[in-house]
Nanobody, 123 residues
Framework: QLQLVESGGGLVQPGGSLRLSCAASGPSLDYYTIGWFRQAPGKEREGVSCLSRSGLSTNYADSVKGRFTVSRDNAKNTVYPQMNSLKPEDTAVYYC????????????????WGQGTQVTVSS
């Protein structure tokens, strides 16, 4: 059973950066597309980015394009979203999720979820 654990969240000032991590245990992430989602208080969960199992294909929500990137280190079974130029509206709980798939898509079901890590952007 694949298990995912996010880390790296915290409080950051507007314009700052954070790098989150999603570490997997169990099966290798080589077979999984990894998605990142976020949910702000009172709002629906939003797909933020995804990264294909090969690492060659990515997708980003319009709200984060040009500011967020995502990479993976399959040897460490870990995925790293890098978030730059953070804005107060990026404040949310961020979740990583995995889907056994070749392709990177955000609007499809993901089977495995982490517990989430809080990101707060505030001065």
């Amino acid at each position: 059973q694949l298990q995912l654990v996010e880390s790296g969240g915290g409080l950051v000032q507007p314009g700052g950066s954070l790098r989150l991590s999603c570490a997997a245990s169990g099966p290798s992430l080589d077979y999984y597309t990894i998605g990142w989602f976020r949910q702000a208080p009172g709002k629906e969960r939003e797909g933020v980015s995804c990264l294909s199992r090969s690492g060659l294909s990515t997708n980003y929500a319009d709200s984060v394009k040009g500011r967020f990137t995502v990479s993976r280190d399959n040897a460490k079974n870990t995925v790293y979203p890098q978030m730059n130029s953070l804005k107060p509206e990026d404040t949310a709980v961020y979740y990583c999720a995995a889907r056994r798939d070749y392709y990177c898509q955000l609007g499809v079901p993901y089977n495995y979820w982490g517990q989430g890590t809080q990101v707060t952007v505030s001065s």
